[in-house]
């Protein structure tokens, strides 16, 4: 079975700030990984995705994700956050199946 | 719209009541997912229908959970004897499905249940 572990579920930053959010997974296999966005009052969307090739993705917005095979990890980065990234974050694995498992979501408050 | 719809975006209903939720995905997505997301707990798998295949329901937390897809199209979620803990928010999700696409899901806004 897979699993998704986000370690950090409320940050707060101020505008400028570089962002880190964490996302570890659990699949012995092959994974398409995703990290989505909510914000405040929309549905959820997608920020980026890893399916293969260059471990760095690069999303919407100035989002980057790096995919750590050895790690299991793929954490979500901003070099510098402004107040329009206030949302939650869910990061999202896809495994032997076609169905993702996601996170417990991560509440990003961005002051300005 | 272009995007997937569902209804009602809120419905509150007294303890042991039946709902039925809706989700209009997008056209010509194959694969409709229903996820819950209750506080703080991020998004619960429920239910996968993909195409004309039997749905994987491997996700509903009880027999009181069913959900239905009528010609590939409109998903049903229907909840029976509500109980206070069915309170979430339900989310219907669509895809290209299958091996083709992204495998990016487009969800809908979601409906609200609250059970008093």
């Known amino acids: 079975a897979q699993s998704v572990s986000q370690h950090n579920h409320h940050v707060i930053l101020s505008e400028a700030a570089s962002l880190e959010l964490g996302c570890n997974y659990s699949y012995g296999g092959t994974v398409n990984l995703f990290w989505y966005v909510q914000y405040p009052g929309q549905h959820l969307q997608l920020l980026l995705k890893?399916?293969?090739?260059?471990?760095l993705v690069k999303g919407i917005k100035g989002f980057e994700a790096e995919f750590i095979k050895s790690k299991f990890s793929f954490n979500l980065r901003k070099p510098s956050v402004q107040w329009s990234d206030t949302a939650e974050y869910f990061c999202?694995?896809?495994?032997?199946?076609?169905?993702?498992?996601f996170g417990r979501g991560t509440s990003l408050i961005v002051h300005p | 719209g272009a995007g997937v719809s569902q209804s009602p975006s809120n419905k509150v209903t007294e303890k042991g009541k039946d709902v039925e939720l809706r989700c209009d995905p997008i056209s010509g997505h194959t694969a409709l997912y229903w996820y819950r997301q209750s506080l703080g707990q991020g998004l619960e798998f429920l239910i996968y229908f993909q195409g004309n295949s039997a749905p994987d329901k491997s996700g509903l937390p009880s027999d009181r959970f069913s959900a239905e897809r009528t010609g590939g199209s409109v998903s049903t979620l229907t909840i029976q004897r509500t109980q206070q803990e069915d309170s979430a928010v339900y989310l219907c999700a669509s895809s290209l499905g299958g091996t083709g696409g992204s495998g990016e899901l487009f969800f809908g806004e979601g409906s609200r249940l609250t059970v008093l």
């Open positions: 890893y399916f293969s090739g260059d471990p």
């Open positions: 999202a694995v896809r495994g032997g199946s076609y169905i993702p498992t």
